[in-house]
């Protein structure tokens, strides 16, 4: 029998009520009953983070960078790229100067317009007043046709003067815009002057505090970015380390935020200090969670935690911390042993490397390795590295040297054209001077022997060649003006046809890159993961090997950060090459002042050593080379805690 679904409904909500309201009500966990397990690391709260400058080309070499661990001084250059702009500002400059005498050129054509304006507004202002005279006349004492005639050409002398006073007018405006067009084009030039000034500056880093420098990952190739790496603009090349104060910074998952508050008790167990807590408190825990894309799709809030005093000395900026509530807090009772040995993998090293990468030259971008020397040869100082080779730089080459054979005849031309303006113009100021007098002379005849109509014309002719006289000496002073300036901004463009080839050949030359200290050819990869070869291309910025110095070997080794309590400087090592049977004495010089992820895409936390080779026993090593190293410890039975006393940390 089938019973209908009201039916069913009813009867299981009847027969669930008595257990709903047997259930005791929910509560959330507390903090005794759920564990709560912060993830932290130790922060340096003065660090500097270095990127990798700006360019106009990606990507680009590193020129110099700053050794992994050497410590800097405030002002100090810690890293530098080859700058796009430096062998343009002298074109820069030159470009300023020219548009500068451009603009003196262009003026100076407008303001002899001007005063040529000027010149006809004179000769008009004369008719004018001469037809004034005319006009004068009385009607009695000339003809009527000679009446008109004089009121007509009195008229038609107005509208003539209106004409050219509006064309005086129009013509000083002119050289007015002028002015103020070439004002804005030098202060363009002056902009884009100090804007080159400024990239060119920002091609280096300087250091803004005193610390040590680490060094970190690319991404892409997955290498630790050193000197001569390829690597794109505003990359994290590394970051500089201060002395001053460390903190430990913590990320709770959110669902545990209601178990924590700020000034709450806590521990805190360093990964690399094996065996040792130390007792801290919350001091600020951040607003609003954060994403963490690396750990998943969870959120976490932020929470910073001062470090004892005590543990300030052997606390080192990128430890692991486990952060635990203090409530919750266990007695770690296990007895640390440390191993009798540690096998650990490592690289060899040469504190000198030299970049082998085309030259930057001026929108050449591609070029073609024509010959490279075979990889891992010993070369001496002035061997041939590598010769590039690119068909544009030849073609611009050519180009440029036509333009500057052009300019070099256009100037010769013009010194000539030059030269016969010039005797032109002085001609034309003897003969204004020769009207001049010549006017006056006839104005010094006594009135009472000419009609006065006459006499009044002869004094209008007087004013009208003085004043021709000074406009002529100053078009000759404004034409000169005009002609020098011609001249310079000629100048100037042959100039910069010229340091065009100068770039070209300065770059033409850098293409044949020979090897300026002794050192191993050790090759790099391009795009493909593939090593460079004769006939391959490669781009501007692109680095294709390192000449390294052989007499500066060290091992590069990485320790993990639960070992790295056991080491210390001047332990001993062997280091061997896998695959060989040669065992070289080594000694750890240096521990890593930070610990790092191991690599790009390996998160596990490890710190750096150096170590360097006793009595010029690494002869037979080449840099790039792995290399295994055996670190015999103290005995087994010792104690972490021994070993931290001896220096280790």
């Excluded at 202002?125 to 005639?149: G, N, Y």
């Excluded at 052009?406 to 009207?435: F, G, M, Y």
């Excluded at 680095?543 to 070997?553: I, R, T």
């Excluded at 950060?561 to 896998?578: D, N």
Aim: proline share 4%; net charge positive.
């Amino acid at each position: 029998m089938k019973l209908p679904h009201s039916l069913c409904s009813v009867t299981l909500a009847a027969l669930l009520s008595p257990a709903l309201a047997a259930a005791p009500e929910s509560k959330l966990p507390t903090l005794s009953q759920r564990k709560v397990y912060i993830t932290g690391e130790v922060v340096a709260a003065d660090s500097q983070l270095i990127f990798v400058p700006p360019s106009n080309s990606s990507p680009v070499a590193l020129r110099k960078f700053v050794g992994e661990g050497k410590f800097v001084h405030k002002g100090d250059v810690v890293l530098s790229i080859e700058a796009q702009n430096s062998g343009t500002l002298e074109q820069l400059q030159t470009t300023l100067e020219q548009t500068r005498a451009k603009l003196d050129a262009e003026v100076a054509k407008l303001e002899v317009a001007a005063l040529e304006a000027d010149k006809a507004l004179a000769n008009m202002q004369a008719a004018h007043d001469k037809a004034e005279v005319d006009a004068a006349l009385p009607k009695t004492q000339i003809s009527a046709l000679d009446f008109d005639k004089n009121q007509t050409e009195k008229e038609k002398a107005i509208r003539d003067l209106e004409v050219r006073q509006l064309a005086a007018k129009t013509t000083q405006a002119a050289v007015l815009r002028m002015k103020q067009d070439g004002e804005l084009d030098i202060r363009k030039q002056h902009i884009k002057l100090e804007f080159t000034k400024q990239e060119i500056a920002r091609s280096s880093v300087i250091a803004t505090q005193d610390g040590f420098v680490t060094h970190s990952f690319n991404t892409w190739p997955q290498e630790r970015i050193d000197e001569g790496s390829s690597v794109h603009p505003g990359t994290l090349a590394g970051t500089i380390v201060g002395n001053g104060k460390i903190g430990v910074k913590g990320w709770v998952l959110e669902a545990d935020r209601l178990h924590i508050r700020e000034n709450m008790a806590v521990s805190l167990q360093f990964d690399a200090l094996p065996g040792q807590q130390a007792n801290s408190v919350i001091k600020t825990i951040s607003q609003a969670p954060e994403l963490k894309a690396d750990w998943g799709n969870g959120r976490y809030f932020r929470v910073d935690i001062p470090i004892p005093e005590q543990f300030r000395q052997s606390a080192a900026p990128g430890m692991s911390v486990l952060i635990q509530p203090a409530e919750q807090k266990t007695a770690n009772n296990n007895k640390v042993i440390a191993p009798a040995k540690l096998t650990l993998e490592g690289e060899v090293q040469s504190r000198v490397n030299l970049p082998v990468a085309p030259p930057a030259i001026p929108y050449i971008w591609q070029y073609t390795i024509a010959q490279l020397a075979p990889e891992g040869s010993l070369l001496k100082a002035g061997d041939l590295i590598t010769q590039f080779q690119a068909a544009e730089v030849m073609s611009q080459l050519a180009r440029h040297k036509s333009t500057r054979n052009e300019k070099q005849r256009a100037l010769e031309k013009l010194r000539l054209d030059q030269a016969e303006a010039e005797r032109s113009a002085t001609l034309a100021v003897d003969e204004a001077r020769a009207n001049a007098d010549k006017a006056a002379r006839k104005a010094t005849m006594p009135k009472e022997l000419i009609r006065r109509v006459d006499y009044d014309k002869l004094v209008i002719e007087k004013a009208l060649s003085l004043r021709l006289l000074e406009i002529e000496k100053q078009l000759n002073e404004t034409r000169k003006r005009a002609r020098l300036a011609e001249k310079k901004a000629l100048e100037f463009e042959l100039m910069q046809s010229q340091n065009k080839i100068n770039l070209l050949e300065q770059g033409q030359a850098r293409m044949t890159v020979k090897a300026e200290q002794p050192g191993i050819l050790i090759y790099k990869t391009n795009f493909n993961d593939e090593k460079f070869s004769s006939g391959s291309k490669i781009w501007m910025g692109q680095s294709l090997a390192n000449l390294s110095d052989p007499k500066q070997l060290f091992v590069n080794a990485q320790v993990a950060e639960a070992q790295a309590a056991y080491l210390r400087t001047g332990l001993g090592a062997k280091v061997s090459v896998p695959g060989g049977n040669q065992m070289l004495n080594a000694r750890i010089t240096q521990l890593g002042k930070v610990f790092h992820s191991k690599s790009a895409t390996q998160p596990g936390i490890v710190r750096d050593i150096e170590l360097e080779f006793e009595q010029n026993s690494q002869t037979s090593l080449k840099p790039g080379s792995a290399v295994q190293v055996q670190i015999q410890l103290q005995p087994a039975s010792a104690s972490v805690a021994a070993a931290s006393a001896k220096g280790g940390l």
